[in-house]
Each structure stands twice: as structure tokens, then as C-alpha cells.
């Protein structure tokens, strides 16, 4: 299901296989694709994800509903932290006019 926060559309999931292939069918849709990981490559959810303008200015906030968030973004610079418990990752990421610029989070959690 597509939601809808600060005039920013986004979807999260892919729990499960079928899940899964629909987040990858709708990926090229999105201008930002985030996956999150933990440091042994297990799908984790229930991640907290912000994403900031390049003046630090907070554009978006969500708990993800799986290993999957993709966001359409308009183009520009973007600092982009994902928290799960007391791990936390911050990257930096150029959203371009066109295409899809992808981000994969691998954090160190207790799970890990």
C-alpha cells in the first residue's frame, strides 16, 4: 500500500516471497530504494529511517514494515539514517531527475 507524508509517497515490506516481488516490481517507480540488513545479512524491520535535505532540514520519517523502503524523493542531496535499537548507520545519497539511486544499510544489531 502506498503512503503518502509530507507530500512524499512511499511503500515498505517484502516480508515473504510474493512481498518481496512486488516491492522489486515497483522499485524503478521510486527515486530512492533502501534495504536494511543486518551485519550478517539478515532482513530486519521495524527500522526507524530519516531522511534530511542537505541543509539538515528533516523531508521524511518512518518505521520501515520490512527489509524494504523505497521513497520518491525529488532530486537532490539527502543524509539518510536508519536506527534499529541502538545501532545506526548515516549515509549520504544524490536522488537524481531520473533513475533511482539505491541504499543498502547493513547494521550492527544485537542479531547480528
Known amino acids: 500500500m502506498v503512503l503518502r507524508q509530507n507530500g512524499i ?7 515473504g516471497e510474493e512481498q518481496v516481488a512486488a516491492m522489486r516490481q515497483m522499485a524503478s517507480h521510486y527515486s530512492l530504494n533502501v534495504m536494511v540488513a543486518g551485519r ?9 529511517v530519516t531522511i534530511a ?4 532540514k528533516n523531508v521524511f520519517t518512518a ?9 520518491r524523493l525529488p532530486a537532490g542531496r539527502y543524509r539518510v539514517t536508519a536506527q534499529s535499537g541502538q545501532a545506526s548507520q548515516t549515509r ?10 539505491r541504499l543498502d544499510f547493513h547494521l550492527a544489531t544485537n542479531e547480528s
Not at 9 to 15: A, D, L, Q, T
Not at 63 to 71: E, H, K, S
Not at 92 to 101: D, K, L, N, R, S
Open 9 to 15: 509517497e512511499y511503500v515498505s515490506g517484502g516480508i
Open 63 to 71: 518505521r520501515t514494515d520490512g527489509p524494504y523502503l523505497l521513497v
Open 92 to 101: 549520504q545519497v544524490t536522488v537524481p531527475a531520473h533513475g533511482t539511486a
Open 53 to 56: 535535505s542537505a541543509t539538515g
Open 40 to 48: 550478517g545479512g539478515e532482513y530486519l524491520s521495524d527500522v526507524d
